[in-house]
């Protein structure tokens, strides 16, 4: 009985110690998206747009390595065009007037300057300290919803809260 015992925390040790082997020296992702597949991951392949002649071919912009050409693909701009917008709209220009008001009042206190890289900081660290012991484990696992569930909201106990203290939610679902 007591070399079972004994076995099976041997096994259990070698187990451990191997799960621990096959993790990255800094592995903080907490997410887990690798395919088992040998095969090519077919979404990776983006076709480009057709090749057309210019009417001017003075007019092309100057090759630039590492950049963007036109016949590459532009997703996000397309939907945009499809949806009745403008694709310059993807462009970064700063704060839009229409939305001057809204930023005003949400920096009334104050903003540091480096919040951006304060925040990152900080999101790194806690990440660093929930995937503590992520290397021990046997099959990798996407435990970011874990993590960050304390930081969530659930949309519909929200949604009950409003509605108990009387506020309108028009785009929710109705009560049951």
């Given at each position: 009985?007591?070399?079972?015992?004994?076995?099976?925390?041997?096994?259990?040790?070698?187990?451990?110690?191997?799960?621990?082997?096959?993790?990255?020296?800094?592995?903080?992702?907490?997410?887990?998206?690798?395919?088992?597949?040998?095969?090519?991951?077919?979404?990776?392949?983006?076709?480009?747009?057709?090749?057309?002649?210019?009417?001017?071919?003075?007019?092309?912009?100057?090759?630039?390595?590492?950049?963007?050409?036109?016949?590459?693909?532009?997703?996000?701009?397309?939907?945009?065009?499809?949806?009745?917008?403008?694709?310059?709209?993807?462009?970064?220009?700063?704060?839009?007037?229409?939305?001057?008001?809204?930023?005003?009042?949400?920096?009334?206190?104050?903003?540091?300057?480096?919040?951006?890289?304060?925040?990152?900081?900080?999101?790194?660290?806690?990440?660093?300290?929930?995937?503590?012991?992520?290397?021990?484990?046997?099959?990798?696992?996407?435990?970011?919803?874990?993590?960050?569930?304390?930081?969530?909201?659930?949309?519909?106990?929200e949604t009950r809260r409003f509605r108990r203290m009387g506020v309108r939610t028009p785009t929710s679902p109705p009560s049951n």
């Amino acid at each position: 009985m007591q070399g079972n015992r004994m076995l099976r925390a041997t096994i259990l040790m070698a187990v451990m110690t191997l799960a621990a082997c096959g993790g990255y020296e800094r592995d903080i992702t907490l997410r887990s998206f690798k395919s088992n597949s040998g095969g090519p991951d077919e979404f990776t392949i983006i076709p480009g747009k057709t090749l057309e002649a210019p009417d001017d071919f003075a007019s092309l912009p100057v090759p630039t390595p590492g950049g963007t050409n036109l016949t590459d693909q532009t997703p996000n701009a397309d939907a945009i065009v499809a949806l009745g917008g403008r694709a310059s709209a993807l462009e970064l220009r700063g704060v839009p007037a229409s939305d001057g008001a809204i930023v005003n009042h949400a920096s009334r206190y104050g903003v540091p300057a480096d919040i951006r890289t304060s925040l990152a900081t900080e999101d790194e660290e806690f990440r660093r300290r929930k995937s503590r012991f992520t290397k021990f484990r046997i099959a990798r696992v996407d435990r970011y919803n874990q993590v960050y569930k304390r930081q969530s909201l659930d949309p519909f106990r929200e949604t009950r809260r409003f509605r108990r203290m009387g506020v309108r939610t028009p785009t929710s679902p109705p009560s049951n």
